[in-house]
């Protein structure tokens, strides 16, 4: 399989295809992940062809999934520094051709100035934490209550532990959380967490959650969490397939998201037609330096499968698969423009 991703298109050079329920797209996304992921389990393929017998609709999502890996083939044959090169150069044209040397240092320059400035308070809350990860880095910590913390990238954790409670805190990034039964414990402890937004009570339970700029978004995948926010607003029960916002001041339901929420813990990003522009902020979260989106091309569908683990990779693909463009100002600073004609 390819491993930077499986692209999902509905309409290519060779002229419209048929139009597949975006569930079934959805589904065979799903599969695809787990046949990589198990690719020697028995049961999964057996699983995965009962899956694609039971129903003609099923077997066309998965051609059409085969038939983009077939397609993208040759981008294999490409160096990553070459093929982001040559699109590059393609985008910028003679003005791209006409940057010299002294002004790339002075972009260097730049770039340097933002990401370390906007980092300060970053690099203090990960010189300070118990537990933390780098850019495009994640983690499993096992605690000594028996619950487990899968840190995210760019993340940052204390973890509290006293007499009546388990707190662990969130200073910024992402978790998974599995809690333990605390069978060590002469009484049975509460497991909560916390960010500056409010306070999450787990009930025996496994749940995600991401610390973003003046929210934290908990998801639910078993049992229920109880939050209360900073502001101390009446507690809110999510259940198990929940998705909800907490800022200091309110609590409130989360749109439905066009990605799998739960599918970094994997190492992959699995979108449905997502925006250009949230697509590249998803990615960016994984690379460091300075990765955006110009407007033309922000509201552009991304369908697919994506790898965290080289996100160059990921970058190029991408490019072979839309109608888009990487103007490099520097290795660490590239953004996604339309890819000019000709």
Known sequence: MLPGLLPVNFSDARGPQAII????????????????????????????????????RHEAAWRRIETMQQDMQH?????????GQVLAASAQGAVGRRRNAMKLMLGGAMVGTAVY???????????TADYSTGVGHRRTVQLDDGSQLVLNTDTAVNVRYEASRRLIEVRRGEILVTTGRDAASS?????????????????????????ETGQTRLTVLEHAVELTSAAGTAPVLAQAGDSLYMSRQAIWKA?????????????????REMRMDQFIAELSRYRKGLLRCDP???ALPVSGVFQLQ???????????????????????WVTIIARQPG
């Not at 975006?22 to 393929?45: C, F, K, M, Y």
């Not at 009484?187 to 610390?211: E, I, N, Y």
């Not at 749109?255 to 979108?271: K, L, M, N, R, S």
């Open 21 to 56: 329920d975006p569930q079934l797209i959805d589904q065979a996304i799903a599969w695809s992940v787990r046949l990589r992921l198990r690719a020697t389990n028995a049961g999964e393929h057996q699983a995965f062809e009962a899956w694609r017998r039971a129903d003609p």
């Open 75 to 83: 981008v294999r044959a490409l160096p990553p520094q070459l093929a």
């Open 117 to 127: 400035a906007g980092r300060d308070s970053a690099w203090i809350q990960m010189a």
């Open 187 to 211: 009484q049975r402890r509460p497991f909560m967490v916390s960010t500056d937004d409010g306070m999450m009570l787990a009930k025996g339970t496994k749940f995600l959650v991401r610390k």
């Open 255 to 271: 749109d439905a998201v066009d990605f799998d929420p739960v599918a970094w813990t994997e190492g992959v990003i699995a979108a």
């Open 296 to 298: 033309a091309v922000a």
């Open 310 to 332: 080289d996100t160059d990779r990921t970058i190029d693909v991408l490019l072979a698969t839309q109608p888009v463009a990487a103007r490099f100002r520097t290795r660490y």
